[in-house]
Antibody
Framework: EVQLVESGGGLVQPGRSLRLSCAAS????????MHWVRQAPGKGLEWVSGISWNSGSIGYADSVKGRFTISRDNAKNSLYLQMNSLRAEDTALYYC????????????????WGQGTLVTVSS | QSVLTQPPSASGTPGQRVTISCSGSSSNIGSNYVYWYQQLPGTAPKLLIY???QRPSGVPDRFSGSKSGTSASLAISGLRSEDEADYYC????????????FGGGTKLTVL
């Protein structure tokens, strides 16, 4: 069974940093791109970042570019999101999701999704 | 403000057919596939439709997707109480360096 489990969320002050992790199992992790998608409380989905199977290509939403860094460790079947200079508007449930081979594979989709980890940015 | 536009709400009675629209532009829906996700209350999103009109295994054929020009639609026939959920459309957007974009979501209520 394909499974994605996020961790690392919590309460953090504005301007501080946080690192999210996503542990993958049940599929050949290094064959697939991975993504982070977030959902602010009571709001819709927003794609945050994606990374290709070999980390060779990476993309970010404009809202996080320059502040967030996505990475992966294929030996550990893990995906990460380093979030710096956090803002109140970054408060959200962060999901990791499996993608295609590359993060910008337009013929692929997000499936499955993890259960999410909550990040709250507040003083 | 979401790049893809969906009605915030939709409703229907059991057994009815309901349609949810998703409007975009030439840089997203007009030139790329549309995907639909279902989010049941308190759960993570789940893939419902891929590549405009394809259903993953396990998704009932009551769910169908279509696309025309810069718009797409999700239809649910034989509405059931367990279909009450939020539905999101998504697509790749070719603008600038490219990104994935979502609709704002449609909350479906089964009356």
């Amino acid at each position: 069974e394909v499974q994605l489990v996020e961790s690392g969320g919590g309460l953090v002050q504005p301007g501080r940093s946080l690192r999210l992790s996503c542990a993958a199992s049940g599929f050949t992790f290094d064959d697939y791109a991975m993504h982070w998608v977030r959902q602010a409380p009571g709001k819709g989905l927003e794609w945050v970042s994606g990374i290709s199977w070999n980390s060779g290509s990476i993309g970010y939403a404009d809202s996080v570019k320059g502040r967030f860094t996505i990475s992966r460790d294929n030996a550990k079947n893990s995906l990460y999101l380093q979030m710096n200079s956090l803002r109140a508007e970054d408060t959200a449930l962060y999901y990791c999701a499996k993608g295609g081979h590359n993060w910008n594979d337009v013929e692929w989709w997000f499936d499955p999704w993890g259960q999410g980890t909550l990040v709250t940015v507040s003083s | 403000q979401s790049v893809l536009t969906q009605p915030p709400s939709a409703s229907g009675t059991p057994g009815q057919r309901v349609t949810i629209s998703c409007s975009g532009s030439s840089s997203n829906i007009g030139s790329n596939y549309v995907y639909w996700y279902q989010q049941l209350p308190g759960t993570a999103p789940k893939l419902l439709i891929y590549r405009n009109n394809q259903r993953p295994s396990g998704v009932p054929d009551r769910f169908s997707g279509s696309k025309s020009g810069t718009s797409a639609s999700l239809a649910i026939s034989g509405l059931r109480s367990e279909d009450e959920a939020d539905y999101y459309c998504a697509a790749w957007d070719d603008s600038l360096s490219g990104s994935w974009v979502f609709g704002g979501g449609t909350k479906l209520t089964v009356l």
